[in-house]
């Protein structure tokens, strides 16, 4: 007689949320409809236990109780004002937690603002203002090593010299080249004793600005000395003032050098500063600072929301007499809100309801059984709905498109992707993955990554292990600004 035993595998449990993903605002920066989002839970063979929204660390918080009785029902409350859970201003990321640790889900709830006024401040600066010019006592250079100088042009923080014609024109017995890919200024010959090179920026629907970069030559004594070359340099050329009123960087660090001769070693050089601060875009100047002993650097913070240059100058030690060099680092300004999108209010905004789902599987990490997922998606030109479709690219083992249906002026669009029962997703080791969708609306497309994540079911008496990946920002990369990806892992609770 044979005996088998015959282990009934748990009941499979399932969580998701539904409700809307997108919160709309007029040009006057004014929510359009009643400005509250209420989402569900969906839930099999488990309960709520809390709801929480991701801090801008990466990690999980229970939700505020400021406009819901309680967070651990099946329903949730997000107002577009609420406090503390939005990053950058633009979106939440809410999590469903239930009674079992490796069943929840987590969805996106977006900001889009009708594009309106509100221009960013626009600046251009020249890594190298002025320079001098180590000559020979009969007119020679020396050398012209540093005698370069970059442009940039800044507009509410970001890099935008790319979007702008740059044209250069040589002061009288001045030559040099302009490289229009670099934006690099690189002067080759100087028949007179100081010169400049004018640099002359335009851009449609936008002033044009007007930069000098000024060279001047400084002769050997008579004895033959080498001539010594002394220079300020901030550790920054531009400052951004956010929205908020908050400086990046805080402040700014001018340091002294000298240079000898033909060498091209810098040494530091302890002289007197002068800093002063500019409020008219630098027309007048105000001495905010000036030393009081020899020093080679200092760090200064700026003194009101109002200043958008600041000067520094180099004096001789001992005294403020005698100049030696001077070097303008701008401080561009944020625009108001509405000034991300493309040509203010005709801008095109693209996106999902649902990022991510997390896919109950047995122990050997296959599908525990047959699902759907639901994946929203939508499309506006402003604030106005427009039609939109999505196209799924390549789809893992078991999982098939169910339906795709398009979205309307009046409707979001509806993506259902089948899970079969004991899919692998190409692997059965393989813990998560995504999937890319393409977004097309007005002859334009976009691609979004919709990632899964396994929840598999543990041996007996060994934890689950989840490995999550996140961005602090939400996963929002903006022109000129970096984001950090950062890794949390689980094991059991």
Same mark, same amino acid.
């Given at each position: 007689m044979t005996y088998n035993l015959v282990t009934m595998a748990s009941e499979l449990k399932y969580a998701g949320i539904t409700g809307e993903n997108t919160f709309l605002y007029d040009t006057s920066r004014k929510i359009v409809g009643t400005g509250i989002i209420t989402l569900t839970a969906d839930l099999t063979n488990c309960s709520v236990t809390q709801w929480q929204y991701k801090k801008s660390d990466g990690t999980f918080a229970a939700f505020p109780t400021t406009n819901n009785a309680s967070i651990n029902g099946n329903t949730l409350e997000v107002h577009h004002d609420e406090s503390n859970i939005w990053l950058n201003d633009k979106i939440a990321i809410i999590k469903l937690v239930t009674n079992d640790n490796d069943?929840?889900?987590?969805?996106?709830?977006?900001?889009?603002?009708?594009?309106?006024?509100?221009?960013?401040?626009?600046?251009?600066?020249?890594?190298?203002?002025?320079?001098?010019?180590?000559?020979?006592?009969?007119?020679?250079?020396?050398? *012209?090593?540093?005698?370069?100088?970059?442009?940039?042009?800044?507009?509410?923080?970001?890099?935008?010299?790319?979007? *702008?014609?740059?044209?250069?024109?040589?002061?009288? @017995?001045?030559?040099?080249?302009?490289?229009?890919?670099?934006?690099?200024?690189?002067?080759? #010959?100087?028949?007179?004793?100081?010169?400049?090179?004018?640099?002359?920026?335009?851009?449609?629907?936008?002033?044009?600005?007007?930069?000098?970069?000024?060279?001047?030559?400084?002769?050997? @004594?008579?004895?033959?000395?080498?001539?010594?070359?002394?220079?300020?340099?901030?550790?920054?050329?531009?400052?951004?003032?956010?929205?908020?009123?908050?400086?990046?960087?805080?402040?700014?660090?001018?340091?002294?050098?000298?240079?000898?001769?033909?060498?091209?070693?810098?040494?530091?050089?302890?002289?007197?500063?002068?800093?002063?601060?500019?409020?008219?875009?630098?027309?007048?100047?105000?001495?905010?600072?000036?030393?009081?002993?020899?020093?080679?650097?200092?760090?200064?913070?700026?003194?009101?929301?109002?200043?958008?240059?600041?000067?520094?100058?180099?004096?001789?030690?001992?005294?403020?007499?005698?100049?030696?060099?001077?070097?303008?680092?701008?401080?561009?300004?944020?625009?108001?809100?509405?000034?991300?999108?493309?040509?203010?209010?005709?801008?095109?905004?693209?996106?999902?309801?649902?990022? #991510?789902?997390?896919?109950?599987?047995?122990?050997? @990490?296959?599908?525990?059984?047959?699902?759907?997922?639901?994946?929203?998606?939508?499309?506006?030109?402003?604030?106005?709905?427009?039609?939109?479709t999505a196209t799924v690219g390549t789809l893992p083992t078991g999982v098939s498109v169910n339906s795709n249906t398009a979205g309307t002026t009046s409707a979001d669009g509806l993506l259902v992707l089948r899970v079969a029962s004991g899919a692998t997703f190409g692997n059965s080791a393989t813990m998560t993955g995504d999937i890319t969708i393409t977004l097309t609306a007005q002859s334009k497309s976009i691609s979004y990554k919709y990632t899964w994540t396994k929840s598999k079911q543990a041996a007996n008496g060994t934890n689950a292990v989840l490995l999550q990946l996140y961005s602090e920002d939400g996963g929002n990369v903006e022109e000129g600004k970096n984001t950090t990806i950062k890794a949390m892992l689980y094991s059991g609770t």
């Open positions: 069943v929840y889900d987590i969805t996106q709830i977006n900001k889009i603002y009708d594009g309106a006024a509100g221009n960013s401040t626009v600046a251009a600066v020249l890594t190298n203002e002025n320079h001098v010019l180590a000559v020979k006592s009969d007119g020679t250079v020396r050398s *012209w090593v540093g005698a370069s100088t970059e442009i940039h042009i800044y507009e509410g923080g970001n890099d935008v010299t790319s979007q *702008w014609t740059i044209s250069k024109a040589d002061g009288t @017995g001045l030559t040099g080249t302009y490289n229009t890919s670099t934006h690099v200024y690189t002067p080759s #010959s100087l028949s007179v004793d100081n010169s400049y090179a004018d640099f002359t920026c335009t851009r449609t629907g936008y002033s044009t600005i007007t930069k000098r970069y000024t060279i001047t030559k400084q002769y050997a @004594g008579a004895d033959g000395e080498d001539a010594v070359i002394y220079e300020v340099v901030p550790d920054v050329y531009s400052m951004n003032l956010s929205e908020a009123g908050v400086f990046t960087p805080t402040s700014v660090t001018f340091n002294a050098y000298k240079k000898v001769g033909e060498t091209l070693v810098k040494s530091t050089y302890a002289g007197r500063f002068i800093i002063s601060e500019s409020t008219d875009g630098g027309d007048t100047f105000t001495t905010k600072y000036t030393s009081n002993s020899n020093e080679a650097s200092k760090s200064y913070t700026p003194s009101a929301n109002t200043v958008n240059v600041i000067r520094c100058v180099l004096y001789a030690a001992g005294g403020t007499t005698q100049q030696l060099d001077d070097q303008s680092v701008v401080i561009t300004k944020d625009g108001k809100k509405g000034t991300d999108g493309h040509n203010g209010s005709d801008g095109l905004s693209m996106g999902l309801g649902n990022y #991510s789902d997390v896919i109950p599987c047995n122990t050997a @990490g296959n599908a525990s059984a047959q699902r759907d997922i639901s994946i929203p998606f939508f499309a506006y030109k402003g604030i106005t709905r427009v039609a939109v």
